[in-house]
């Protein structure tokens, strides 16, 4: 009887854990259905500006990515982050909130396998986090 108490007991641990363990902490994806429907805000298109005059002028990476044609990348956005891709090229800006006061941006090259990250200040500011070249 004692053991079976004990076993009945550890088996409702288990799948209290397990239903623990599965629950997401990421934010929720937002389902997008077209390009009309995804309004890019100011500061994400300054600070995508700023990154690309940034990089292009750093001369860190070989070959920069390009100032114009970028598109936004609206199979799968989460909530306060905007993708653009330019041929091999691709973008993160994730948004500021109230707990960062800044845009984080990863520019990546899936050909090259270069990129850099960092994030602009509100006054426009660049600060590198790293080049991967």
């Not at 363990?21 to 805000?41: F, K, L, R, S």
């Not at 994400?44 to 002028?57: D, F």
């Not at 001369?59 to 936004?72: A, F, I, R, S």
């Not at 090229?89 to 948004?95: L, S």
């Amino acid at each position: 009887m004692k053991n079976r108490l004990i076993h009945c007991l550890i088996l409702c641990l288990l799948a209290d854990l397990s239903f623990v363990g599965c629950q997401t902490t990421e934010e929720a994806i937002i389902p997008v259905t077209g390009a009309d429907a995804v309004p890019i805000p100011a500061r994400v298109e300054t600070a995508r500006s700023s990154i690309l005059e940034y990089v292009g002028a750093s001369d860190q990476l070989e070959n920069p990515p390009p100032v114009t044609g970028w598109e936004l990348d609206i199979t799968d956005r989460r909530q306060g982050e905007y993708r653009f891709v330019n041929g091999d090229w691709f973008m993160v800006i994730k948004t500021a909130n109230a707990q960062q006061q800044h845009e984080h941006i990863l520019l990546y090259n899936h050909a090259t396998h270069t990129g850099w990250s960092g994030y602009v200040c509100t006054d426009g500011h660049v600060v590198d986090a790293s080049y991967m070249p």
